[in-house]
């Protein structure tokens, strides 16, 4: 395993050798089981001229597989040393496949204004269980995950769903300046992921002319506490401010305990 990067300074990594083929092939079979058995939450990501982009949420306890790699592989391990926490919870999975021919770009976005959830201790890990083409791969701006905070919208309208319009900023023009907004980016192999901060801005290129299958997991830190909104957030969690207050540890069965620090 190497880590390529510095997730305290640049706010993402690439981590080399991250899982074993066998691992890697649960995932695989994970995601297939996933696309089999699709979910309520599931949407596509696409335009309808466009290919498939077919994405999935919170599968983990209908998925036997799913939850196999979540609690037997390194995910969570390395997770936990990278945002130094002394424990990582699971927050959610998330599939993203895109089929050949998909020319949809996934816009340059934060995760963590999507989310009901909030604090610095987190990791979102993208894990592809096929070969990953620089071309293809996920685009992240280094030291973007220490703010502000921009405005979230759908992917495909450009719509402010959560947080209302001039209440956040907007997104910069990414690649008007490369100075001030520096692109890492790698291609990847199977059994490589990368693991970047909820707030780092990302995208990706809308060419594909391979196959790409995706399990990325979002991990928990010590900080991170419960942020109940108005709207519903993506993913949703129904009534969960019913069982844990604003700002409660998310010390709940939908986000177990994974991994502590001996």
């Not at 998925?63 to 926490?85: C, N, T």
């Amino acid at each position: 395993m190497k880590i390529e990067g510095d997730y305290q300074r640049d706010g993402a990594v690439c981590v080399r050798g991250a899982f074993s083929p066998e691992e890697i092939d649960l995932a695989r079979d994970a995601i297939e089981a996933n696309l089999v058995s699709l979910s309520p939450l599931a949407q596509r990501a696409s335009a309808t001229d466009d290919g498939a982009f077919v994405e999935d949420f919170c599968s983990w306890q209908r998925i036997p597989e799913m939850e196999r790699f979540i609690r037997s592989s390194p995910a969570a391990a390395i997770a936990g040393e990278l945002m130094g926490s002394q424990a990582v919870r699971l927050y959610h999975d998330h599939v993203l496949v895109r089929e050949p021919g998909t020319r949809q770009r996934t816009p340059w976005h934060q995760d963590l204004p999507y989310y009901n959830v909030e604090g610095r201790q987190n990791v979102s890990m993208w894990i592809p269980v096929d070969p990953v083409s620089s071309e293809s791969t996920l685009e992240l701006v280094a030291e973007s995950h220490r703010g502000p905070w921009y405005m979230p919208r759908t992917f495909l309208d450009e719509q402010a769903k959560w947080f209302a319009e001039g209440s956040l900023a907007e997104l910069p023009d990414i690649g008007a300046d490369p100075d001030a907004y520096p692109v890492l980016s790698w291609g990847l192999e199977p059994g490589d992921a990368v693991c970047f901060n909820m707030l780092t801005l990302h995208g990706a290129s809308g060419t594909t002319d391979a196959r790409r299958r995706v399990l990325s997991l979002r991990f928990l830190g010590d900080d991170m506490v419960h942020a109940p909104r108005d709207w519903v957030t993506s993913p949703p969690f129904p009534g969960l401010e019913e069982a844990l207050p604003s700002g409660a540890p998310m010390d709940h069965p939908l986000f177990p305990v994974l991994w502590e620090r001996m």
